[in-house]
């Protein structure tokens, strides 16, 4: 189940809301400028599958999100627990940092953790099969797959260049929960 968790920055032990209704938490989200939407991920693609396979089957809403916010480059993640790499690729993205460019991901299969800070309260969004989020450009944040990493995502860029991050070497990542898994 998709689920929200809005803590105060200095409190990571104990969210003051937590929501699992898609509609509020989109609405909490809009709030400050968070896009969260659910789409229908309905082809069979299991975490694992390739990049070709999953653009495949989601070309459609691919052109759509393309041809509406002008993105000019896609990618997809997509791993199982069994990856060689899973370790090094979650560390990957364990720590706080923003893009220049917004994060926009559509989740086809499993679920993943996103963390933002904004302002000073911290959203934890766990987000599953169907889920679609879009976090502004420049907003600091962090990601979870958890020690058995379950998800395909795809990802789409403004930048030719996709994936590039800047990190704010801050540790607050390491005080708020990590995904459940
Ligand atoms: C869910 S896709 C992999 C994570 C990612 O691209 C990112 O930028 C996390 O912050
Ligand atoms: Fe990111
Ligand atoms: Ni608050």
């Given at each position: 189940m998709s689920t929200l968790s809005v803590f105060h920055?200095?409190?990571?032990?104990?969210?003051?809301k937590v929501l699992t209704h898609a509609e509020d938490i989109s609405s909490t989200l809009a709030e400050v400028g968070v896009r969260f939407e659910r789409w229908q991920a309905?082809?069979?693609?299991?975490?694992?599958?390739s990049s070709e396979e999953v653009i495949s089957a989601y070309q459609s809403q691919i052109d759509q999100l393309m041809s509406e916010r002008g993105y000019v480059t896609v990618d997809v993640v997509s791993l199982s627990e069994?990856?060689?790499?899973k370790a090094e690729l979650r560390a990957k993205f364990l720590d706080e940092h923003r893009h220049a460019e917004d994060e926009v991901r559509f989740f086809v299969a499993g679920r993943g953790l996103f963390t933002l800070h904004i302002d000073d309260h911290v959203y934890a969004v766990l987000c599953e099969k169907n889920d679609l989020i879009s976090v502004p450009a420049g907003t600091r944040h962090w990601f979870d797959m958890g020690e058995r990493p379950h998800f395909v995502a795809i990802r789409l860029f403004?930048?030719?260049?996709?994936w590039v991050a800047e990190f704010?070497?801050?540790?607050?990542?390491?005080r708020f929960p990590r995904i459940d898994d």
């Open positions: 920055e200095s409190s990571p032990e104990l969210p003051h309905s082809a069979p693609i299991k975490p694992g599958a069994d990856h060689p790499q403004n930048n030719p260049e996709g704010t070497g801050e540790d607050i990542a390491s």
